[in-house]
């Protein structure tokens, strides 16, 4: 199945070294189905020649926006209502500036202004200028105006520098674009089940043993597999966030409440198990009746812990058996402890994510994983976690056989289980 089939995506090329790159995401998007218009501004034409884009997209490419040929010079109002996303790549730094100031003074700003389709742009610049405050304040605002920002990578760059602001690499844009339109019906028909936030282990009737997970990235997952027309499950502990669109939340305290919550729901029949939820492993073992109170002259405590059941090896070990993916929260040897996880549990694939990062931590906006499989590893870097949710999302589908490529049977797809995030 073609993800991106009879999309239109509307590619902005702007000029940067990077702008090379456009040619083979031109190429990965059309073989994903997707439908290609360029428009490039005068400085990406010396970098890249129009024709180069015009023979790999099909389409003449637009540079002018009073073009006599395009609707009478309305050029900008005809490619606005014409794409389902407009991707700007490379973004360069003074494209952040004018979009971010609304300046419409070439054809691809003016379409982006005029445009109700969701707009990315992947960044490409030298890394003191992607590390400038006018640069972060460009991202800021246009963050909070709806762009999605896809990148950029750190690496080797052009002018010899090492640091932040490369542009991510074709493939992992491709990624990008199959996850924000490519996952619109890509769970259509299947029940997913989805655990997130903490849990909370009484000690007495005023305190309990819990962790700093905000759920924030297990809500954005079950959002994003509502946006790809699954029914949602979102068994919720202790979190102050909205119930996203078109979810069932089930509200629970501790780890066997969420337990019970998992296994009633996987009973009714789940395609997709998630369980993002950082799961207290240990309770005490028996909590006071009344509030513990500190004792004169004592300045030591002891308190018993039983462990919790293992919610993830649970619904893994049940039968049929799902397809089964952990997230594992770790604060130092990431991809080591995700694969003994991957075969301890015997799970399918760990998402690994570095919670002693201040930048991705419990309770940020943003997150990097590593996917781990017993083929390998794959890392993706910092984005927010409503991108990264799509985007795994398209990644459990296609691991489960769900949404499957061309001459593979439904019968294939199985379900899938996860768990340990923020």
């Known amino acids: 199945m073609q993800l991106l089939q009879r999309k239109r995506v509307l590619l902005g090329v702007t000029g940067g070294i990077a702008a090379y790159k456009a040619c083979e995401l031109c190429r990965r998007l059309l073989d994903s189905g997707a439908e290609v218009q360029v428009v490039m501004t005068a400085a990406a034409t010396r970098f890249v020649t129009p024709l180069t884009l015009q023979a790999l997209s099909?389409?003449?490419?637009?540079?002018?926006l009073l073009d006599p040929s395009a609707e009478a010079a309305m050029g900008h109002i005809e490619l606005a209502r014409w794409a389902d996303l407009i991707l700007v790549t490379p973004a360069s730094a003074d494209f952040l500036a004018r979009l971010a100031a609304?300046?419409?003074?070439?054809?691809?700003?003016t379409a982006c202004l005029a445009s109700d389709a969701p707009i990315a742009v992947a960044p490409a610049m030298n890394q003191a200028m992607w590390r400038s405050p006018?640069?972060?304040?460009?991202?800021?605002?246009?963050?909070?105006?709806?762009?999605?920002?896809w990148g950029p990578g750190s690496g080797s760059q052009?002018?010899?520098?090492?640091?932040?602001?490369?542009?991510?690499?074709?493939?992992?844009?491709?990624?990008?674009?199959?996850a924000a339109l490519g996952?619109?019906?890509l769970l259509a028909g299947r029940h997913?089940?989805?655990?997130?936030?903490?849990?909370?282990?009484p000690l007495d009737p005023v305190r309990y043993l819990s962790n700093h997970s905000s759920g924030k990235q297990g809500f954005a997952l079950a959002a994003a597999a509502a946006e790809a027309g699954a029914r949602v499950s979102l068994i919720a502990g202790p979190v102050a966030l909205p119930t996203p669109r078109d979810v069932k939340r089930i509200d629970v305290l501790t780890a066997r409440e969420m337990l019970a919550a998992a296994e009633q729901c996987?009973?009714?029949?789940?395609?997709?198990?998630?369980?993002?939820?950082?799961?207290?492993?240990?309770?005490p073992a028996t909590p006071a009746e009344q509030k513990i109170k500190k004792a004169d002259g004592d300045a030591s405590f002891t308190l018993t812990l039983i462990e919790n059941p293992d919610i993830i090896a649970a619904i893994a070990g049940s039968i049929p058996r799902p397809f089964t993916v952990a997230f594992a929260a770790e604060t130092e040897q990431l991809v080591a402890h995700a694969r003994a996880k991957l075969l301890r549990k015997k799970v399918d694939m760990v998402i690994a994510n570095d919670v002693s990062r201040a930048d991705i931590g419990f309770g940020s906006d943003d997150n990097g994983v590593t996917i781990v499989t017993a083929e390998?590893?794959?890392?993706?870097?910092?984005?927010?976690?409503?991108?990264?949710?799509?985007l795994l999302m398209v990644r459990i589908a296609g691991r489960a056989g769900i949404g499957q490529a061309p001459g593979a049977t439904e019968t294939e797809a199985t379900p899938v289980a996860t768990g340990d995030s923020n």
């Open 266 to 283: 996987c009973r009714s029949g789940a395609d997709v198990f998630i369980g993002v939820a950082a799961v207290a492993d240990y309770r």
């Open 134 to 149: 006018a640069t972060r304040r460009n991202v800021a605002t246009l963050i909070g105006d709806g762009v999605q920002i």
């Open 183 to 185: 996952s619109r019906k």
């Open 376 to 390: 390998g590893d794959e890392e993706l870097p910092a984005m927010s976690k409503t991108a990264l949710a799509r």
């Open 158 to 178: 052009a002018c010899g520098d090492e640091g932040p602001g490369r542009m991510l690499e074709p493939a992992a844009l491709l990624d990008h674009v199959q």
């Open 102 to 109: 609304g300046t419409a003074d070439d054809l691809l700003t």
């Open 58 to 64: 099909g389409r003449p490419v637009r540079t002018d």
């Open 192 to 201: 997913v089940v989805i655990t997130a936030g903490p849990t909370r282990e």
